[in-house]
């Protein structure tokens, strides 16, 4: 099968490349490399540039490229930023939804699978979140994927396109140091930049009803991510006709201060970190239920959190050479 891989020069879209290609799949990555980089593509994968919003564009590269199924990543994903912008984070990734989704069923591409996220529960109260728990979104960001998994379910439906979405915990780590995340908006780059900086790292709020106060999150390598993509595809290929949303995590709960714990070790750094409120908006635990996926497609993560810290610090170091400890 051909699969586009939308937002295939990003940090996660670029590692799914890799694993569609390592298991005999043909790719085609589509990207305005708004956040992506050209060079994450590899060399004999075709990249087009242009945005999920150009239907036209969108349209020509299915057909001319013979694309057969259709893995969604682009977006903006910044929960922050998309409080101060909320119709840019509509616009981009509900209005981009929708005008792919046309594409799409325009050129009777067979499946589709799209990048949703835990932030689509917000605030759930309970110890592991299963995909029947409710669907509070907390930002506007969240709100964009709920909404995008419904317009994906109802196309699903209405037209026969195979659906799959994938609701990710908190993504982390590196298949390779040149594919490491680059931005600094999840915990573990903000703790490498603060110790970088040779300043304590932050821990928002010690007061959440936790065991050690701080908040909980469910980590998982990108590399296990990406085989999900995997696993989901060919489970859409087996199945034509089926739609299923599924959480992709481990079903571990971490918290912020073992965390920062584990990088001090790794890095060498020995920095206590430092106390500062609570964030608004920030839930105490977020931990996936990890059994659909395991029962429905048989898949499991395989990475503990040592090997997304370890990878991910090779990135950094990569990066930021003057890092490096010893
Ligand atoms: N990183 C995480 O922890 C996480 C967690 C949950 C869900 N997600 C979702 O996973 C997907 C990938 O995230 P990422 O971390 O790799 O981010 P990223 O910013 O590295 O990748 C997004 C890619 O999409 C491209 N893009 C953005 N808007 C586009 C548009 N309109 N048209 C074409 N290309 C466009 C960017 O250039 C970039 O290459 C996103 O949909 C994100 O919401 C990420």
């Given at each position: 099968?051909?699969?586009?891989?939308?937002?295939?020069?990003?940090?996660?879209?670029?590692?799914?490349?890799?694993?569609?290609?390592?298991?005999?799949?043909?790719?085609?990555?589509?990207?305005?490399?708004?956040?992506?980089?050209?060079?994450?593509?590899?060399?004999?994968?075709?990249?087009?540039?242009?945005?999920?919003?150009?239907?036209?564009?969108?349209?020509?590269?299915?057909?001319?490229?013979?694309?057969?199924?259709?893995?969604?990543?682009?977006?903006?994903?910044?929960?922050?930023?998309?409080?101060?912008?909320?119709?840019?984070?509509?616009?981009?990734?509900?209005?981009?939804?929708?005008?792919?989704?046309?594409?799409?069923?325009?050129?009777?591409?067979?499946?589709?699978?799209?990048?949703?996220?835990?932030?689509?529960?917000?605030?759930?109260?309970?110890?592991?979140?299963?995909?029947?728990?409710?669907?509070?979104?907390?930002?506007?960001?969240?709100?964009?994927?709920?909404?995008?998994?419904?317009?994906?379910?109802?196309?699903?439906?209405?037209?026969?396109?195979?659906?799959?979405?994938?609701?990710?915990?908190?993504?982390?780590?590196?298949?390779?140091?040149?594919?490491?995340?680059?931005?600094?908006?999840?915990?573990?780059?903000?703790?490498?930049?603060?110790?970088?900086?040779?300043?304590?790292?932050?821990?928002?709020?010690?007061?959440?009803?936790?065991?050690?106060?701080?908040?909980?999150?469910?980590?998982?390598h990108v590399v296990d991510l990406a085989e999900a993509h995997v696993t989901a595809a060919r489970a859409l290929q087996a199945s034509p006709g089926s739609n299923f949303t599924l959480n992709i995590g481990r079903g571990e709960g971490v918290?912020v201060r073992e965390m920062i714990d584990r990088i001090n070790a790794l890095t060498g750094y020995d920095r206590p970190p430092v106390t500062t409120p609570r964030r608004p908006g920030d839930p105490a635990r977020v931990v996936a239920s990890?059994?659909?996926?395991?029962?429905?497609?048989?898949?499991?993560?395989?990475?503990?959190?040592?090997?997304?810290?370890?990878?991910?610090?090779?990135?950094?170091?990569?990066?930021?050479?003057?890092?490096?400890?010893?």
């Amino acid at each position: 099968m051909t699969w586009l891989i939308t937002g295939g020069a990003g940090y996660i879209g670029a590692h799914v490349v890799r694993a569609m290609l390592d298991a005999g799949e043909q790719a085609v990555v589509y990207d305005d490399l708004s956040t992506g980089i050209a060079d994450r593509v590899p060399a004999d994968v075709p990249l087009v540039v242009g945005s999920v919003l150009d239907g036209e564009l969108v349209s020509r590269t299915l057909t001319e490229r013979s694309v057969t199924g259709v893995v969604h990543l682009a977006a903006k994903k910044q929960v922050g930023e998309s409080m101060e912008l909320p119709l840019h984070y509509y616009r981009e990734n509900v209005e981009g939804l929708r005008v792919l989704l046309e594409a799409v069923t325009a050129a009777e591409v067979g499946s589709f699978v799209f990048s949703s996220s835990a932030a689509v529960y917000g605030m759930p109260d309970v110890n592991l979140v299963t995909e029947e728990t409710p669907c509070v979104p907390m930002s506007p960001y969240g709100e964009t994927k709920l909404a995008g998994e419904w317009l994906v379910r109802a196309t699903g439906r209405a037209t026969g396109l195979s659906t799959a979405s994938l609701r990710y915990f908190n993504v982390a780590g590196a298949a390779s140091p040149e594919l490491a995340d680059v931005g600094v908006f999840n915990l573990i780059p903000m703790v490498f930049e603060k110790l970088t900086e040779n300043a304590p790292p932050r821990i928002f709020g010690d007061d959440y009803p936790t065991p050690d106060g701080t908040c909980v999150r469910d980590y998982i390598h990108v590399v296990d991510l990406a085989e999900a993509h995997v696993t989901a595809a060919r489970a859409l290929q087996a199945s034509p006709g089926s739609n299923f949303t599924l959480n992709i995590g481990r079903g571990e709960g971490v918290s912020v201060r073992e965390m920062i714990d584990r990088i001090n070790a790794l890095t060498g750094y020995d920095r206590p970190p430092v106390t500062t409120p609570r964030r608004p908006g920030d839930p105490a635990r977020v931990v996936a239920s990890a059994d659909r996926i395991a029962t429905e497609l048989d898949w499991k993560a395989k990475y503990d959190v040592q090997d997304m810290i370890t990878s991910a610090w090779a990135g950094w170091v990569r990066l930021h050479p003057k890092a490096a400890r010893g």
